[in-house]
């Protein structure tokens, strides 16, 4: 005689399937329509993403609230993440099909900065892949595009502060988020040029 899945309450099915991990999960959801409807549940979609490890946690932008996604959301990215992490680190981890070299350096062609930029201090990649911020060390901050390798633009703050008659400064550091329009935010900490103030 068959086993009535649906004998058993769906509470229970619940608890079962918290204790479970993610591959049982999803076997639990291919099972019959009774099992699906029980591990579609937002609570325990967040377990899986609590129990993500630190490297393979999804890097979700500020503006997306964890409490806002539904279930599907939830398990559209755990599922993703553990399929990354079993794709770097399974039996056969997948190997770069296409490397990327950009030809990063001093785009001084009118002789505006001054010199050679020197070395690179910080680099971050924007979300997308398909721009790099890169900090010098003589304090300018570049926006290259990865696809052709060009300077998009060069940010100076020794000719901007200047110009509005301020302390010259030099950028530190800086910082990027994505927001919910797809714009991208930036800060540059900066602090001025003699060392003897405080940062702005």
Known sequence: ?????????????FEIASFSDLKEILSLEATCKFLCEVVSNKLLWLKCLHAL???HAPD???HVSISDLTWKELRTIVVRSQRRRFNCTGPNPL???RETTIHIGSVNSDGTLGGPLGYVRDMGL???????????????L??????????????RPHASSEAQGMQPLN???????????????????GEPADGHAGRR
Request: aromatic fraction near 12%.
């Open 126 to 140: 924007l979300p997308g892949g398909t721009l790099l911020l890169v900090l010098w060390s003589e304090s300018y």
């Open 95 to 97: 190997q770069a099909k």
């Open 142 to 155: 570049q926006c290259w595009t990865v696809p052709s390798g060009e300077c998009l633009w060069t940010y």
């Open 60 to 62: 979700l932008p500020r």
């Open 1 to 13: 005689m068959p086993f009535d899945v649906s004998a058993v309450p769906g509470d229970i099915w």
């Open 53 to 55: 490890d630190q490297d």
């Open 171 to 189: 950028v530190c550091s800086f910082a990027y988020d994505m927001q919910a329009d797809d714009d991208v935010r930036m800060l540059v900490v």
